[in-house]
């Protein structure tokens, strides 16, 4: 079977700008994050080719879930949700020393989840 997943936009960020995912994605190479960064990409890869199968993926309650695994520089997370069986739209990434999801990445996340109930273009 196979799995589409999306980017993401907020429902209030500036018409042209780019998918969260991608910035937070280029701001740990910009921090020399590489363990963390190559984490995020394998855990993506991973969903995308084993759908809510993936190895790395934990339910945080409601319709949010993250992919997680540890790498050198801390932990490694993907924040998403799933849009059908077969698509999900990837929020956040972040890498963590801390156990806890960042409040403000689940908050970012939770408001495009909305957003997209309400009808309004959050996928790109």
């Given at each position: ?52 199968n993936c ?22 997370r993907v ?22 999801a960042s ?22």
């Amino acid at each position: 079977m196979s799995y589409k997943t999306y980017n993401t936009i907020h429902p209030n960020d500036p018409p042209g700008i780019r998918p969260q995912i991608l910035t937070d994605l280029l701001e740990l190479a910009k921090l020399s994050k590489h363990s963390c960064l190559k984490k995020a990409i394998e855990m993506i890869s991973d969903l995308q080719a084993n759908g809510m199968n993936c190895r790395y993926k934990k339910h945080l309650g409601g319709p949010i879930y993250e992919l997680k695994s540890r790498a050198e520089e801390g932990g490694a997370r993907v924040y998403f949700f799933q849009i059908s069986h077969t698509e999900f739209a990837l929020c956040r990434a972040e890498c963590k020393t801390e156990d806890a999801a960042s409040a403000a990445f689940l908050n970012w996340t939770a408001e495009v989840i909305q957003a997209a109930r309400n009808g309004i273009q959050v996928l790109v």
